[in-house]
């Protein structure tokens, strides 16, 4: 099983940036896609940000511009950079990873605990 420990969240004014950061751990996998989504209260989780092991990603349309996805495969961490941040931004956001367990070579995920960004007006 692949534990996942985000960190960076917090309380931000409009127009401002955040750096959330989710570090991945455990034995025995090969990373596959990372990403990141987030959920806001009375909401459904939506995608915000995906990256594959590869660097090939995929960003909402409503953050796209503002916010940026990158990964370090060495760490088995990925990032997200947003900027310009506004008070509907607002949720909490969770990390998602895709991994193969090497013993069996099956596909699994694992979430993160959560992390909340609350944007200020």
């Known amino acids: 099983q692949v534990q996942l420990v985000e960190s960076g969240g917090g309380l931000v004014q409009a127009g401002g940036s955040l750096r959330l950061s989710c570090a991945a751990s455990?034995?025995?996998?090969?990373?596959?896609?990372m990403g990141w989504y987030r959920q806001a209260p009375g909401k459904q989780r939506e995608l915000v940000a995906r990256i594959t092991n590869y660097g090939n990603t995929n960003v909402a349309d409503s953050v796209k511009g503002r916010f940026t996805i990158s990964r370090d495969n060495a760490k088995d961490t990925v990032y997200l950079q947003m900027n310009s941040l506004k008070p509907e931004d607002t949720a909490v956001y969770y990390c998602k990873a895709d991994y193969r367990r090497l013993s069996t070579s099956t596909i699994s995920s694992s979430w993160g605990q959560g992390t909340q960004v609350t944007v200020s007006s």
């Open positions: 455990g034995s025995g996998f090969s990373m596959n896609a």
